[in-house]
């Protein structure tokens, strides 16, 4: 098999404070993870791959100081959004990369 | 660059009957295409892929196929069940480091 899991699955956070999300593979090990988020009705959009051991690799237009990546094993990475805003409010994706990628099942994450 | 364009109307399909879901790319040939479903507020799970030197997969009740010359995939569903119902995604290699292009989804709808 290949399980990749979440967590949390939600979270509700106040205008200014740090969440950090988690990913992690529960049946293999994955050197390389993947962060997306999706927004409603739109395509899963690639923030960042990450490498265990090593720095991240960011997508254009996302700022590494305000989504923290750390991939200090080869089951766990993990996603720290920092002095989180509404419009961070979205749904967070991640994918541990075996023979393809393989997904977890999402944290909804809402700013107030 | 490459972009991929996925039918973003719902497809309504009568229980029992083919569905059939259509995805396009615009620029190079991907040397694979994956086809992911997604239910509302989860991460996608992988499905089928295809290597660019394969004409066509098939796996239960699935069938992909992959025409390079047509810069096209199509995605069929046979005997379908209302259980089939979710947002079906494409996605393709983007050459580099294992990332994946997105496609935005296609709703698919089985009525009973």
């Known amino acids: 098999g290949a399980v990749v899991s979440q967590h949390p699955s939600r979270v509700i956070c106040k205008s200014g404070t740090s969440v950090k999300i988690e990913c992690r593979s529960l049946?293999?090990?994955?050197?390389?993870m993947f962060w997306y988020r999706q927004f409603p009705k739109q395509s899963l959009m690639l923030m960042a791959t990450?490498?265990?051991?090593?720095?991240?690799?960011?997508e254009q237009g996302v700022e590494k100081d305000k989504f923290l990546i750390n991939h200090a094993s080869l089951t766990l990475s993990t996603l720290t959004v920092t002095s989180a805003h509404p419009e961070d409010s979205s749904f967070y994706i991640c994918?541990?990369?075996?023979?393809?990628?393989?997904f977890g099942p999402g944290t909804r994450l809402t700013v107030l | 660059s490459q972009k991929i364009e996925q039918n973003s109307e719902a497809l309504n399909i009568q229980e029992g009957k083919t569905a059939t879901l259509t995805c396009n790319y615009t620029?190079?040939?991907?040397?694979?295409l994956q086809w992911y479903r997604q239910d509302p507020g989860r991460g996608p799970v992988f499905l089928l892929l295809?290597?660019?030197n394969e004409k066509e997969k098939r796996k239960e009740r699935l069938k992909v196929t992959f025409d390079t010359t047509l810069k096209q995939s199509l995605f069929h569903i046979t005997a379908s069940q209302p259980a089939d119902s979710a947002t079906y995604l494409c996605?393709?290699?983007?050459?580099?480091?294992?990332?994946?292009?997105w496609g935005a989804g296609t709703k698919l709808i089985i009525k009973p």
């Open positions: 996605a393709l290699d983007a050459d580099s480091n294992y990332q994946l292009i």
């Open positions: 295809i290597r660019e």
């Open positions: 990450s490498n265990e051991g090593s720095k991240a690799t960011y």
């Open positions: 994918s541990a990369l075996k023979d393809t990628q393989y």
């Open positions: 620029n190079y040939s991907p040397a694979y």
């Open positions: 049946d293999f090990q994955a050197t390389t």
